[in-house]
């Protein structure tokens, strides 16, 4: 089946700083990558959509100057979190699916983030 | 506006069978999906129901109903393996999942 990673696995940042997430689709063009996090014990809630080769469509509440989104590749997905704070702290998971296949959705296996 | 309803927690014993239902509002619908995920980790894909009716998948069945806005995953011969969060998921018009809450499946010996 289709391989999504996610780099890296664990971060623990200071705050302030800023933290890059990497989603790749290792064996599959990934024409569209969804971004997710989710607190303990919470459902997925999704943070955005990036569509290869422009600009990512954050949904309500999700701060697009905190949260850069970019899907510079068709295989390649990246989540900037700017200037850290604790609330940042949660479990980020990329999803990958390909063009024409609207259904089928697969998932990284995520990256926990802890910013003391 | 949309929304997935599921139980929250739900008990059963190793070897019995346990039914997690799922009911739905949602703008539109293309589909809907369970996935398994343990603590820690990344949700993993069991089914995918579009139209009615009853698929079955090893141990694991999804059943749907579009009328009713309604949905289940039946585990059968549960193992402490099984022991997760199921999260129930939509897919609505414009192809966006819309995630329930999960409900956290507890299996005792």
């Known amino acids: 089946g289709a391989v999504v990673s996610q780099h890296p696995s664990r971060v623990i940042c200071k705050s302030g700083t800023s933290v890059k997430i990497e989603c790749r689709s290792l064996d599959f063009q990934a024409t569209t990558m969804f971004w997710y996090r989710q607190f303990p014990k919470k459902s997925l809630m999704l943070m955005a959509t990036?569509?290869?080769?422009?600009?990512?469509?954050?949904e309500q509440g999700v701060e697009k100057d905190k949260f850069l989104i970019n899907h510079a590749s068709l295989t390649l997905s990246t989540l900037t979190v700017t200037s850290a704070h604790p609330e940042d702290s949660s479990f980020y998971i990329c999803?990958?699916?390909?063009?024409?296949?609207?259904?089928?959705?697969?998932f990284g296996p995520g990256t926990r983030l802890t910013v003391t | 506006g949309q929304n997935i309803d599921q139980p929250t927690e739900m008990t059963a014993t190793e070897g019995a069978i346990v039914q997690i239902n799922c009911t739905y509002q949602t703008s539109g619908f293309n589909g809907l999906f369970w996935y398994q995920q343990h603590a820690g980790e990344a949700p993993t894909f069991l089914s995918y129901?579009?139209l009615d009716g009853l698929e079955e998948k090893g141990r694991f069945s999804s059943f749907l109903s579009r009328s009713k806005g309604y949905s289940y995953l039946l585990l059968k011969e549960l193992q402490m393996k099984d022991s997760a969060s199921y999260l129930c998921?939509?897919?609505?018009?414009?192809?966006?999942?819309?995630w329930g809450a999960g409900t956290k499946l507890i299996i005792k010996p």
């Open positions: 129901n579009v």
């Open positions: 999803s990958a699916r390909s063009a024409g296949v609207e259904y089928e959705q697969y």
């Open positions: 990036s569509n290869e080769g422009s600009k990512a469509t954050y």
């Open positions: 998921a939509v897919m609505d018009s414009n192809y966006q999942l819309i």
